[in-house]
């Protein structure tokens, strides 16, 4: 998708977006039909990354070891950790807590790829590390998740490790991926027509989950805001740094770490906040709160990481 194409994207969304907030009625209708329909919504979503991917994605792990491994760890590892320490160190009321720790357990969304090309990253390594952490987010995520609940709510609310919870995960993020890798390899060029208006609506989902998310919790908006809207954008900035910082640490060179960097920092709050409203799952507003602020934190956060990395590539190259 071209940076024009995402701009349109983003404007036709802002303007609907718009038009729900000044239509009460038909936002609460919205809302509601927005949330019913999620699971099929990120299931578009994760389609859509499908069409990117071949298995060759898979296979170029093997082109860049040292870069996918740190990177993987850190998003792994690392990240739960780092955001488990902010929760604490922020005093997070428990579902926000947990409502964090799950972006935080969620894998890159395709959106990294975008902004690491238009700020001179390694995108086939963007692409090679979203196919990996998609797959490896089917267990990951719900063992983040069911050990933060464990810890933060005394109910005991969780995605847990049951099969039938891990197969509605898989379920979500497996098969549609798979679904669009199959139609690319089968028929390219259908993927190939199919991949704008699969993007553009993914972004028009992205914007619509965050809006049904922020709506129906309107009443105490100000108040989640004053409680995790610090959070998000520190652990937004603490993710963007690591994801650059560890790499080159480590000797990666600068377009693989600004490719880790936007990986790391750029989630798939869609699927965040999908987690956290499925009946089935979480069935919690309150938890989804900190996707949706984190949601719209990174596009801001993430533009003026990829500058500044820019910026300080070009005075290396030049002194």
């Known amino acids: 998708m071209g940076l024009w194409g995402t701009f349109a994207a983003l404007g036709w969304s802002t303007a609907t977006y718009q038009n729900l907030w000044v239509c009460p009625r038909m936002s609460a209708m ?3 039909l927005i949330l019913a329909s999620l699971p099929f919504a990120i299931g578009i979503v994760m389609f859509g990354l499908g069409l990117s991917l071949t298995l060759d994605d898979f296979r170029r792990v093997g082109q860049y070891p040292k870069a996918a491994v740190v990177a993987l760890l850190c998003q792994i590892m690392l990240l739960p950790v780092v955001c488990f320490a902010l929760v604490l160190a922020f005093r997070l009321p428990a579902e926000l807590a947990v409502g964090l720790l799950l972006v935080a357990a969620s894998p890159g969304g395709p959106t990294a790829n975008l902004f690491s090309h238009l700020f001179g990253g390694n995108v086939a390594l963007n692409v090679t590390l979203t196919a990996i952490n998609s797959v490896l987010a089917v267990v990951t995520l719900p063992i983040v998740v069911n050990l933060s609940a464990g ?18 995960v898989f379920v979500m993020v497996i098969v549609p991926v798979a679904a669009g890798m199959l139609v690319r390899g089968r028929a390219p060029e259908v993927a190939r027509r199919l991949n704008l208006p699969v993007r553009v609506v993914s972004v028009v989902v992205l914007v619509g989950v965050i809006y049904a998310v922020l709506y129906s919790e309107r009443e ?24 650059y910082g560890v790499p080159r640490l480590a000797g990666v060179e600068h377009r693989a ?13 869609a699927l965040a906040i999908t987690v956290a409203l499925s009946p089935t799952l979480l069935n919690s507003a309150e938890i989804a709160i900190p996707g949706a602020v984190y949601g719209i934190v990174m596009f801001f956060t993430a533009t003026g990481f990829g500058w500044l990395i820019r910026r300080r590539a070009r005075t290396s190259l030049t002194s």
């Open 30 to 32: 919205g809302s509601a």
């Open 151 to 168: 810890f933060f709510l005394s109910g005991g609310a969780a995605i847990g490790l049951q099969f039938d919870k891990v197969m509605q």
């Open 220 to 243: 105490n908006l100000v108040g989640y805001f004053v409680s995790v809207g610090l959070a998000a954008l520190v652990f937004n900035v603490v993710s963007l740094v690591i994801g």
């Open 257 to 269: 770490a600004t490719a880790a960097g936007f990986e790391i920092g750029i989630h798939n709050t």
